[in-house]
């Protein structure tokens, strides 16, 4: 069966320093994985790993079967995988709508053109309106995005990742620094605009893990020691001892209704 | 033989200069981020201070106090208009040396005028600091100080002389720059205030929020480097010639050595500057072309090829450009320079 | 179908913008009736070129976020390339039209850009700034090397008036050489517009933001770049063409740093955030050039300082400065502070005289020493020998400076107040 995205003992060392040691993954097309761990497991690295933008030091990624470690950024976005980062990394001079906008060009083939004006792109400029009304964001249409509010940005953020239509897409920590009533709103946006698509997210909170995710990765130390439905891994022993076994944990977890 | 060794000594003394400009300008670089456009600027400000000043107390003291004068303006320039341009991000920083570069080069021409100056260097380095005799028959010899015109003339039209000495001024600016690199490395590496600046140089937020006045030792860095510049203006104002244009001579050049030598690398500056300085100063002393290598190749071209000017060009002629021809194809080839860290 | 209004929000032109469009004409056609000295034709014609230079220009510092201290050798090998086209055009070796001669310098502009801008692009940031340096040193010590191509220190020259054409127009008359570079000012500047509002223009905007959250959007950034580095090349070709058709000489100073340097002091002058910004900086710099110069030995210096204070406090240039102004008056707060602009005027203007003697006075004693010590300055009679002109400039200069520090204070104070108004209106309008 060909896996969405795959890791086959994936290792990263920056200089002395190995961050992570033989990953081993395998995500079916349609899942929605959390991946969860301590600071420090290397969870936003995985993501750089997968999406390009380190390369590997050794060890194979695979997206729809298809080896992509040691392309360059841009080569496997038009492959189908896009990404979200953990601080927001919008275009901060240019207003929502044509960040927007500038996400969905490579997608529907303008590439390089300077020959084309973008008013007259209708499909770039259907598109974006309607993600436009996915995120909520049609009140906010011209500002530039420097001037939006975070939540604002970090909705933006996820709808220029969204932008190029890929079926595979890693969301980098998507609610960091949120409160709870907008960490609620944006797991329903994120599920919205997320439908059908392979999804990877790094998080913290366990209401949100427990709450969107078919299955959770657990990464410890670099590796990946669980890979399960979320009640398998909670009863995992060797992730309550590396990771789950805390009181605010199960609290945050009953929260979440499970 | 001798001029080989002479014109490896005067290369030598020229990239020891160049590094004195290029150490402050990558220090500047290395912790800032900003590459200072009006580094050669200060260079030219403290020749021209310099000569002001031994015009009136001497060399000696000029050489003391010009480089505390440049020191100053260029903390000065830190505190109240680079650091203000800091959160405007890397391109206005580098506009705003820029446009100092401008104001500095009228400011000279405003006081000191648009033709050189004569800024002799003091009685003590006027002459040579050694000479070399090389005599066909009795090898050679150094002579410290000058030799005696006596020696230089055979009288025998067999015998052939040649002394080549080595001027004072040149081995002055070795030693002053070798004085200079040992100190600076002493600093770096010996003194609590060089531990924060060598920290500094890679995470400058991270100093900062452990407690050290980041700002402050920005200011004394660029303060440092642009003493350490002017320091280089009186000693090379004095050694070459003192005039508007010196800024711009030197100034693309230097930065060709932070390229070349890697951003953010003193090492890699130093490589660079001796590399650069040699090559520059042997290239300028020879006289071949293409035209004459292929000539002495037994290859001989026709009237007409012969006289284009790209085949006639000799090697002096072309000096000037190399650096920049250095600078494309490093870039080229091995981007991050020789020994760099930092990509810019 | 969208209607007129929807598709103006995706960008398309409306009424407003063709009357914009139409003025610059109309402009561009009546400025040499209004202003017909021989003198002003010239410096009219000499803002055309200097308008499509720094436009380009700017394609790489405001839209792209490329600073380029080497942008002349674009430029200048066009006008080199050009020139040679137009002796060509005179012995009859290459019959090419007078009229196209400027798009000679244009395709050259882009050959060169084609080649050099590989490795130009590479890089980004300062990196980029560096290279465009020692290619523009190259380049300009090239040229003096190269006599056959560059002539030397005489340079090349030609002349424009090649015989007569079926019209009978023989480009001879400046008046003549004015409307034709007048065309190609517009035609360039719309073209150069009309590169903002396509796909690769706005991604190019997009790399100037975030170069790295382009590569995750598909698209090569240094491709970005270097496509748009060549466009940027030929309409600065282009601009050297113009310049060797209108002073039929190109000399090795056309390749040089300094003249680079000066696009880029009046493109960030300007206003390199906004399209019509470089417009102004062309603007000034022709002005600047040809009548600043005979005002005053020290108008360099001036520039030099007034580009400093703008990098410290106006970086948007004096476009951005017009804009911000403009949104002020659009939500009617202008009024308020018209007087506080009309005291900074003042109290600048007194700091400015103070110091401006004292640069003039310097001047003097430097350069007029036969003509003795004293001067005229604004109007006034000064001696620059005796210490009361001294102190008195130096006070005039030192009072007018506290006045105006004060008066910036509070002036800050209300523009701040200003915008926190306007900043409510506009929230409230977006709750509604």
New interface residues.
């Given amino acids: 069966m060909t896996y969405a995205v795959e890791l086959k003992s994936l290792r990263k060392s920056f200089g002395k320093t190995e961050i992570i040691r033989g990953a081993d993954l395998a995500v079916a097309a349609g899942e929605r994985v959390a991946i969860i761990g301590p600071n420090g497991a290397g969870k936003s690295t995985l993501f750089n790993l997968i ?1 390009g ?1 380190f390369g590997a030091t050794s060890g194979e990624i695979l997206l729809n079967g298809q080896r992509i470690d040691g392309l ?3 080569e496997i ?2 492959l189908g995988l ?2 979200s ?1 953990q601080i927001t ?6 207003s929502v709508f ?1 960040n927007l ?3 969905v ?3 529907l083939g ?13 499909d770039a ?1 259907e598109r974006a309106e309607t993600l436009l009304r996915n995120l909520h964001l049609e ?2 249409r011209d500002t530039l995005a420097m001037n939006l509010t975070y939540a604002e940005q970090r909705a933006l953020e996820i709808g ?2 969204i ?2 239509g890929a079926n595979v897409v890693l969301l980098d920590e998507p609610t960091a620094g949120m409160s709870k009533s907008e960490t609620s709103r944006f797991i329903e946006l994120i599920r919205d605009v997320t439908t059908g698509k392979t999804l990877l997210t790094v998080e913290h909170d366990m209401g949100v893990v427990f709450g969107l995710a078919d299955k959770i990765a657990v990464l410890v130390y670099g590796e990946v020691i669980a890979f399960d439905v979320p009640e398998a891994v909670r009863a995992n022993p060797k992730v309550q001892e590396a990771y789950l076994g805390s009181v605010l944990a199960d609290a945050q977890a009953a929260e979440a209704g499970h | 033989m001798e001029f080989f060794t002479i014109s490896m000594l005067n290369g030598l003394s020229y990239g020891l200069l160049l590094f004195m400009l290029s150490s402050g300008l990558t220090l500047i ?1 290395s912790m800032m ?1 900003v ?1 200072n456009f009006a580094h050669a600027s200060f260079y030219m400000v403290g020749a021209y201070v310099g000569y002001s000043i031994a015009r009136v107390a001497g060399f000696w003291p000029g050489l003391v106090i010009a480089p505390l004068v440049v020191a100053a303006l260029g903390a000065a320039f830190e505190k109240y ?1 680079l650091r ?2 800091h959160k ?1 991000g ?3 920083e ?3 040396t ?3 570069s ?2 500095m080069l ?2 000279v021409q ?2 000191w ?1 648009r033709t050189a100056v004569e800024f002799q260097p003091p009685e003590l380095l006027r002459g040579p600091v050694f000479t070399l005799v090389n005599s066909s028959i009795d090898g050679m010899h150094l002579l410290w100080g000058a030799a005696p015109a006596a020696m230089c003339a055979s009288a025998d039209a067999a015998v052939r002389i040649v002394c080549s000495p080595f001027p004072a001024t040149r081995g002055f600016m070795m030693f002053i720059a070798l004085v200079m690199l040992v100190a600076l490395w002493l600093m770096l590496t010996r003194t609590r205030i060089g531990l924060v600046i060598q920290s500094a140089l890679t995470h400058p937020e991270m100093v900062e929020s452990l407690g050290h006045n980041v700002p402050r030792v920005f200011m004394l860095v660029f303060g440092a480097g642009a003493g350490l510049a002017g320091l280089a203006g009186v000693i090379g104002g004095s050694t070459f010639v003192t005039e508007p244009s010196m800024a ?1 001579t030197v100034g ?1 050049v230097i ?2 050595v ?2 070349v030598g890697g ?1 953010g690398s003193l090492a890699g500056a130093f490589v660079a500057s001796i590399l650069i300085g040699v090559l520059q100063t042997f290239a300028v002393a020879l006289d071949y072309s293409v035209f004459s290598a292929l000539k002495s190749a037994g290859i001989t071209l026709s009237a007409a090829a012969a006289d ?3 085949l006639k ?1 000799t090697l002096a ?2 000096a ?2 190399l650096p ?2 250095f ?2 194809l490093i ?2 080839f091995r ?1 991050k320079g020789l020994m760099g860290t930092r ?2 | 179908m ?1 209607t007129t209004s929807s ?2 929000r ?4 409306g009424p407003r913008d063709l009357i914009i469009w139409g003025v610059f004409a109309l402009v561009l056609l009546v400025a040499p009736l209004v202003f017909s000295s021989g003198l002003a034709v010239t410096m009219l014609s000499q803002i055309g070129i200097a308008i499509v230079a720094c436009l380009s220009f700017n394609m790489l ?1 405001g839209q792209g ?1 490329m ?1 380029s201290f080497g942008h002349a050798v674009y430029s200048g090998l066009g006008s080199y390339v050009a020139i040679h086209a137009l002796k060509a055009a005179g012995d009859g070796s290459f019959p090419v039209p007078v009229s196209l001669v400027p798009l000679v310098g244009g395709i050259a502009g882009l050959g060169f850009a084609v080649l050099f801008g590989f ?1 130009t692009t ?2 980004s ?3 980029f ?3 465009t ?3 523009g ?2 380049v300009f ?2 040229a003096l ?4 191509f560059f002539g030397g220190e005489a340079g090349v020259s030609a002349n424009r008036v090649v015989g007569k054409s079926a019209s009978g127009i023989t480009y001879g008359p400046q008046i003549q050489v004015y409307y034709l570079l007048a065309l190609y000012t517009i035609v360039c500047t719309a073209l150069m517009y ?2 903002t ?7 190019l ?2 790399v ?3 170069p ?10 240094q ?2 770049r270097y ?1 748009s580095f060549i ?1 940027a090349g030929f309409f600065a070709g282009v601009a050297g063409g113009m310049y060797a058709l209108n002073f039929e000489i190109a000399t090795f100073e056309v390749v040089g ?1 300094g003249r680079s ?1 000066l696009y ?2 009046f493109t ?1 002058l300007g206003g390199a955030t906004f399209f019509f910004g470089p417009i102004i900086g062309a603007v000034l710099m022709v002005v600047a050039f040809v009548l600043l110069s005979e005002f005053t030995k ?1 108008w ?2 001036y ?3 007034v ?2 204070l703008m ?2 406090y106006a ?1 948007g240039g004096i476009a951005s400065l017009i804009m911000m102004n403009l949104r002020v008056a659009k939500f009617g707060k202008l009024g308020r502070l018209v007087g506080w602009y009309a005291l900074l005027g003042v109290t600048g203007f007194l700091a400015f005289c103070g110091i401006a003697a004292i ?1 003039e006075m ?2 003097h004693l ?2 007029n020493e036969s003509l003795g010590p004293v001067l005229r300055f604004m109007g006034v009679e000064l001696n620059a020998k005796s210490a009361a002109s001294w102190i008195g400039a130096l006070a005039l200069g030192g009072i007018g400076y506290g006045l105006f520090e004060l008066t910036r204070r509070r002036f800050a104070a209300q523009w701040g107040e200003v915008q926190g108004e306007i900043a409510a209106a506009i929230r409230a309008q ?1 709750g509604a």
């Fill in positions: 999406s933008r360059k950024p841009f976005s038009r896009a990404r980062f990394n919008i275009f901060s001079r240019l044509e906008r500038c996400g060009l490579w997608s303008y590439k390089y053109a300077f020959w084309k004006f973008l008013a007259g792109l209708d400029n009140r906010k220029i990742t932008a190029g | 670089f981020g590459l208009c203000r341009v405007f890397h391109v206005p580098l506009l705003i820029f446009g100092l401008y104001v009228e400011l405003l006081i005028g711009a693309s930065f060709v932070v390229v951003m284009h000017s790209l060009l002629q072309v000037p450009i920049y021809l600078l494309v870039l080229i981007p990509e810019g | 969208t598709a103006r995706f960008g398309a032109l510092l976020g600073l490795v590479k890089k940031g300062t990196t700034a560096m290279i340096l020692g290619i040193e190259l010590a090239a090397m190269i006599p056959e009309a590169f509002r396509t796909p690769l223009g706005r991604m905007n997009a100037r933001d975030n790295e959250r382009v590569e995750f959007i598909g698209y090569n950034t491709r970005v496509i466009v740093a340097g880029l002091l960030f020290a360099l210096l520039l030099g300082l580009f400093l990098v410290m970086p640069i310097v001047y430097q350069l977006e």
